[in-house]
């Protein structure tokens, strides 16, 4: 229900802006996020925007990353600025639905060289 794409190879400093495509209309999701999973890590929550429009983002990326969403192409995005080699990782799309489910998309990869 949700397709990632605009991962890819950047070097440091670089911006890369993520796109998720979601097959529903995404106001019928409570929250949609970004996660990434990096080789040998647990998967951890990037940035998240509520149906209201509300942010939060780690504390790793804030100032750098910005997730927007787009409710007339029903798209959620992520910016990523200053890319570092430390952001290297899977980035995956998620939508927590109001009855609590959860969908995934497929993840795309995001590597940043030095």
């Known amino acids: 229900q949700l397709v990632e794409s605009g991962g890819g190879l950047v070097q440091a400093g670089g911006s890369l802006r993520l796109s998720c495509a979601a097959s529903?209309?995404?106001?019928?999701?409570?929250?949609m996020g970004w996660y990434r999973q990096a080789p040998g890590k647990q998967r951890e929550l990037v940035t998240a925007?509520?149906?209201?429009?509300?942010?939060n983002y780690a504390e790793s990326v804030k100032g750098r990353f910005t997730i927007s969403k787009s409710n007339i192409k029903n798209k959620v995005y992520l910016q990523m600025n200053s890319l570092k080699p430390d952001n290297t990782a899977v980035y995956y799309c998620?939508?927590?639905?109001?009855?609590?489910?959860?969908?995934w998309g497929q993840g795309t990869q995001v590597t940043v060289s030095s």
């Open positions: 998620d939508g927590t639905f109001y009855s609590g489910d959860i969908a």
């Open positions: 529903k209309r995404i106001f019928s999701f409570r929250t």
């Open positions: 925007i509520t149906s209201g429009g509300s942010t």
